[in-house]
């Protein structure tokens, strides 16, 4: 059976869509690269040629390219020429090394799209006509010739069937339903007077002023009939952003980005649908939208009506109590990176259409802080006690009991018994946080399993110690219950996954200064084991 066959050539310096490996199925409706800017309004510097007009079902058509450039990606469907949202047939491959089938409208092999980013210099595609085709058929393509630089839905060839009239031919190089913004610059600052009053804020730092302060954070937002307005700022290399939330948990969230793009700035609203790069939205859904930049300030507002038509999926309406997020980072090319700091998160959720409000937030979460107060106190105070105590008072509390044991040796079993539950819920906390395993804390995480497994494995040691009288062989007295049943061990250790966890963006202490009281807090302890190990030895004799 034979089938219209297609060729085309184009230029593209960037992956299209942001897939190399071009699977790229969340494009199959409007055809858009998930690029964080507007589709080019250029002539697309690319042709493609169909050498027939007409077709029956299984006819073939044999396409060419007619430019002399190459590309990386590229996304071609057959849509009904009467009808341009319904996709049409299916697709036959030719070069399998450069191009794929995808899946779209679910329908197998529906449109055909790159199988990485090479350079390519032509792609010629077979398509199968159904049995019940359309009187006409359009051939679309999108293709990037740089991540800010794209066509979407480019009018290719329209073939129809023997006997049907042609439909008036579009005018190669246009772009269908492209969606473009216009947008002017602000005359001035962002100011936070009428926080609490006529517009709720959120600020970082708590009660800052954008108008004087530019390492100041913040967020604004008033009902304005059916629109809400929305105001952010701060500072940033690439971008601002915020989000609204049903938790304060990333993922499921509607997002608003203002992006950096050299001397302008882009405002778009996208959606994040776990902890991934937000996904651009198609649907022109803010209004009014204006920016300014200074003294490397992002500023940038717009409206959006409260509620949306059903088609903006993803879009939360504005009449509903959320957490806010505040996040900024670095933006290359009009494409986000992810932010270089924690979020800023409101405390707690806040009515976008309700009474003004002035917010408070904090960029560290209340699980993660306590997992850091719950490990400082572990390793820092009862652990270093407890070491202490059973090194060093031992002899110097020999006769003296508490519920018939030791004082010292009751002393060390209870600073040791907190220090295990300490870490134990310690442990625990991030994992409730992050609902997993942290891919982005580096090695911190499995250092700190390493120190849980230690810190579990001491106390069930101690366990098997035999009594003080009882007559143990030598190698294993000194090898099991002098070296292995050793807090060192773990205090080594857990000094290096602290140093390591104190920088974790959730954790959020100040630099230098959290580094200098932690080296502090190890120095202090190295020092007065050291002062009380040379007393040991009687070469310094204290109180005498």
Known sequence: VAAPSLSLFAVCSETVFCFSHGKVEVAC???????????????????IIADKSQFSPGDEIKGRNAGKHYFKGFLIEARNAG????????????????????????????????????????????????????????????????????????????????GAAPPPQTTFGGSIGAQTTTSTILSHSFTSEGCGGRKSCLRDPEGCDPQNDTTCHFLSFSALGSNVMFELSGPAEGYVSFALSQDKWMGNDDVYLCIRDTDRVDIKAAYVSGRTHPIISSQNILKGIAWRLSDGVIQCSFRRDIHLPPENLNRFDLDQMYY????????????THRHDHQPIISTYRAAITGPPEDLTGSRSPLLIKYHGAFMLIAWTSTVSAGVIMARYFKPDWPERNILGQKVWFQLHRMLMTITVLLTLVGFVLPFMYRGGWSKRAGIHPYLGCVVMALAVIQPVMALFRPAPDFRVPEILAVCVFKHCHNQAVC??????????????????????????????????????????EVHRRGFLPIGQ
């Open 491 to 532: 205090f080594h250790d857990l000094v290096v996954t602290i140093f390591l966890g104190i920088h974790q963006q959730a954790l959020s202490l100040p630099a230098p200064w959290s580094t200098g009281v932690l080296a502090f807090l190890v120095v202090w302890f190295v020092l007065a084991d050291l002062v009380l």
């Open 324 to 335: 806010l997020f505040m996040a900024h980072g670095r933006a290359e090319d009009g494409r």
């Open 83 to 162: 009808d341009l949202n319904e996709i049409v047939g299916s697709f036959k491959l030719i070069s399998p090394d450069i191009s794929q089938l995808l899946k779209c409208d679910n329908k197998e092999g529906s449109a055909v799209s790159h199988t990485s980013d090479s350079h390519k210099t032509e792609v010629q595609v077979i398509w199968v006509a159904p049995s019940d085709s359309p009187s006409s058929v359009q051939f679309l393509v999108t293709v990037a010739r740089g991540y800010k630089e794209f066509w979407v839905k480019i009018p290719g060839p329209v073939v129809s069937q023997n």
């Open 29 to 47: 409706g409007d055809m858009t690269p998930q690029h964080d800017s507007d589709p080019s309004t250029k002539h697309p510097p690319f042709n």
